[in-house]
């Protein structure tokens, strides 16, 4: 299967079955970084419509909650047929910059052609939250997968956004590293 055929399959059924609920967009662009010009003004003209191009890479499908009519970026998920030690790099180093400007993003890969991770991935991975290789769930699993994965991600960048926001005292930390067959 084509990656763009992967992509509108997946943003059609993460539509389905969230109903509103989120905004998945498909090519949706993310500021890599802010910088000041010479009169200390942002250099981003509208910060809330990065343009690709202009301090901000294009993304797959980038999944949005409204929060008082602002989309916030809450995940970011890149489609490949298959995985090329390159990919891992590329898509590493892109998240990495995402990050920056919006901490609280999780970032993805799936792979469609393939049935497991190869280990070039943990090999070469410094910033991609989540890798699925997607073989096993295009078809009778896909909206069950799908479910699963957003809510999850959604959930773990909402804890961040904690974090971030200094929301509540904590007296517990541990990063959860999670290996399994969905």
């Known amino acids: 299967m084509k990656e763009s055929s ?7 059924a993460a539509e389905e079955i969230f ?12 500021l890599y970084e802010l910088y000041l010009n010479e009169k200390l003004e942002v250099s981003v003209v509208d910060i809330k419509k990065p343009k690709r191009g202009y301090s901000a890479f294009q993304t797959d499908i980038c999944i949005y909650e409204n929060i008082n009519q602002i989309l916030v970026p809450r995940i970011a998920i890149e489609f490949k047929t298959k995985i090329t030690t390159h990919d891992v790099l590329t898509y590493s180093a892109k998240a990495g910059k995402h990050k920056i ?9 799936i792979a469609s052609e393939i049935d497991s991770i190869p280990p070039k991935f943990f090999i070469h991975n410094d910033h991609i939250d ?13 909206k069950e997968f799908i479910k699963k994965l957003i809510e999850a991600e959604i959930a773990s960048s909402k ?9 509540g005292k904590f007296n517990y930390y ?5 290996i399994s067959n969905l």
Do not use: H
């Not at 989540?130 to 896909?142: C, G, I, Q, W």
């Not at 804890?159 to 929301?167: G, H, I, M, Q, S």
């Open 6 to 12: 992967f992509v509108k399959i997946f943003q059609n």
């Open 159 to 167: 804890a961040l956004e904690k974090l971030y926001l200094n929301e």
């Open 130 to 142: 989540f890798f699925v290789a997607a073989e096993k769930y295009k078809t009778d699993r896909l």
């Open 19 to 30: 109903k509103g609920k989120v905004i998945v967009e498909s090519k949706s662009n993310l």
């Open 174 to 178: 541990r990063a959860n590293f999670t």
């Open 101 to 109: 400007i919006y901490p609280s993003l999780r970032y993805g890969l």
